[in-house]
């Protein structure tokens, strides 16, 4: 963090000060861990509130102070009230306001200083202070380089344990290109403070109901190639997830099992959301295959260049096939 963006924030938290955290929309293992640790961080001195926009997988109810958490669309009045009095906001793991969903007005309307902390690319400029570094492995890798910075000798086991799970999650357990020697050391300083690592993975990644295993084998069984393309897609439909009992982070990962074929760069999951009339979509590759300009270009989404997401408002079956012309197209038009 560069002198002047720490001198302003020792300035801002030179007194009590009544602070919000907020993840993105069903915030994953990086935004929660990120508003966590921070909620650890400045509990002693100050009034802080994490406020999600809407709720997220139980997965990460083992987060120590995940209880505190408040859910926006739980609380309505409670979380405006909070806004209206906030003199901080901290938003974590999104840098363009439509990301905190119904929270965005409220954002935009609050008096409050708003520092951004985000690892994706083109930030929009909404944040007083801007902390944006699109190399950087997760949000909580840099929340651990904020916390360093500002004071640390404040770093304790609640801490570390929201920031290792946050960077395990968003590193696929240090394997994305994104893990650099720093990633690591930064997971081995936190690792000083007895964070039981394996205790992390056996709640991050085994700790699911028998149904979410069949739903993986459906999806598995689901994945279709695209001819003479590296591409693999697949689905799940609103019966597949009523059938299997589906619950918010029952897919996540389930993507990812396209690209361990051999020769494949790009994988694309579907999910039909027939409550918001949405098919939102995950796409993962690899090498040189970037899913964040395909989906920002045709399925008004973004994210990072191996890992994106977008939605789409056509029927599951028409998006399929949507997909497959847009696809098509952008690898005429990239890389061939
Ligand atoms: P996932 O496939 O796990 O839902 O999302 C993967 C990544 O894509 C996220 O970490 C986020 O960076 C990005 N992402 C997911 N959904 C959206 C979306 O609707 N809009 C944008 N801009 N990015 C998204
Ligand atoms: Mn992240």
Do not use: W
């Amino acid at each position: 963090m560069n002198e002047q963006i720490l001198n302003n924030i020792n300035d801002i938290f030179s007194k009590k000060r009544n602070i919000v955290l907020i993840p993105h929309s069903s915030p994953d293992a990086d935004a929660l861990g990120s508003c966590l640790a921070l909620y650890h961080f400045f509990i002693d001195n100050n009034n802080v509130n994490i406020i999600s926009p809407n709720e997220y997988t139980d997965i990460l109810n083992f987060l120590p102070g995940s209880e505190d958490v408040i859910v926006y669309e739980n609380y309505k009045e409670k979380s405006e009230n909070l806004f209206k009095d906030a003199d901080v906001i901290f938003t974590l793991d999104f840098n363009s306001l439509g990301r905190a969903r119904n929270l965005s007005s409220l954002i935009t309307e609050s008096s409050a200083k708003i520092i951004m902390i985000d690892h994706h690319e083109n930030p929009d400029n909404y944040a007083n202070i801007m902390i944006s570094d699109s190399k950087m492995s997760s949000t909580c890798e840099m929340v651990y380089d904020f916390i360093y910075a500002v004071d640390n000798e404040k770093i304790n086991n609640n801490i570390a344990t929201c920031l290792y799970t946050g960077i395990v999650a968003d590193t696929g357990s240090f394997r994305f290109p994104s893990t650099t020697s720093k990633t690591l050391k930064v997971g081995s300083e936190l690792i000083t403070y007895g964070v039981n690592i394996t205790e992390i993975f056996e709640k991050l990644y085994n700790n699911f109901q028998f149904k979410r295993l069949k739903l993986l084998g459906l999806t598995i069984n689901n994945f279709k190639k695209i001819d003479e393309l590296p591409v693999l897609y697949t689905s799940i439909s609103e019966q597949d997830q009523f059938i299997n009992d589906f619950k918010k982070g029952d897919s996540e990962g389930f993507v990812n099992f396209g690209l361990s074929v051999s020769g494949i760069l790009c994988s694309v999951l579907f999910i039909e959301k027939k409550d918001e009339g949405i098919i939102k979509i995950s796409f993962r590759s690899k090498g040189d295959f970037k899913v964040n300009i395909f989906a920002a270009r045709y399925f008004n989404g973004g994210g990072h260049k191996h890992a994106s997401g977008g939605v789409s408002k056509l029927s599951l079956i028409e998006t399929e096939k949507k997909f497959i012309v847009d696809i098509k197209q952008y690898i005429k038009e990239n890389y061939e």
